[in-house]
């Protein structure tokens, strides 16, 4: 497995979720994203237990800490993506008539990358880990990532709500390329409006 580290004692990145730290990684995307998360996968416990169920650890990259995940960055690449489960992933947890509205929910959250490029499933990095650099490190691997495999450009959406995750885009080369509102999401999952971002990669954001 892959991994590097900052030299000075930070968190050491990996290019894939380790084995057994499934439920840590939920739990860690389930802080960041259970709000809008919830109408699909309510209650907590259930929402958690589906995402580590359904990963797909090699694409993910996790930052990791005295042996726990304290951050992580997913990516859609070739047709998966880090989060995954099927509708009839969703049937099965959920059964059939609890199954439809939340399969109606995901269906908003969908997103496939255009030939040539890597959307990012998000960014998730432990409260108290906060402000320390591993936001920015995850998403310069993630950028490396596409380098290597050809993409031309890294793609994400943040929400209106989320302006300290937006400034964090915007410092490591991200700009906006269109806002979609959405006022009819604010009252079922608590944002108003999303802007999706685009960061151009060329092969010198490879790895050496």
């Known amino acids: 497995m892959r991994g590097t580290t900052d030299g000075n004692g930070g968190p050491t990145l990996l290019r894939a979720v380790p084995t057994g730290a499934e439920a840590r990684v939920a739990a860690l995307y ?32 996790v930052a990791v800490h005295g042996g726990e995940v304290v951050g992580v960055a997913g990516y859609q690449l070739g047709g998966r993506g880090l989060t995954g489960g099927d509708v009839g992933d969703v049937l099965a947890a959920y059964g059939l008539f609890r199954s439809l509205p939340r399969l109606a929910v995901l269906a908003l959250f969908e997103r496939t990358p255009e030939p040539g490029e890597l959307v990012m499933d998000g960014i998730a990095v432990d409260a108290g880990r906060r402000g320390l650099g591993i936001g920015g490190r995850l998403l310069t691997e993630v950028t490396a990532v596409a380098a290597e495999h050809g993409c031309h450009r890294v793609r994400l959406d943040v929400i209106d709500v989320n302006p300290r995750a937006r400034a964090l885009y915007e410092r490591h080369g991200f700009t906006a390329a269109r806002t979609e509102r959405t006022p009819y999401l604010r009252t079922l999952l608590g944002f108003g409006a999303v802007t999706t971002m685009h960061r151009p990669v060329t092969p010198a954001d490879a790895r050496a």
Request: proline content about 9%; cysteine-free.
């Open 30 to 61: 389930w802080e960041a994203f259970g709000r809008k998360l919830g109408p699909a996968l309510d209650p907590p416990d259930s929402g958690r237990a589906f995402i580590a169920e359904h990963l797909h650890h090699d694409r993910g990259i």
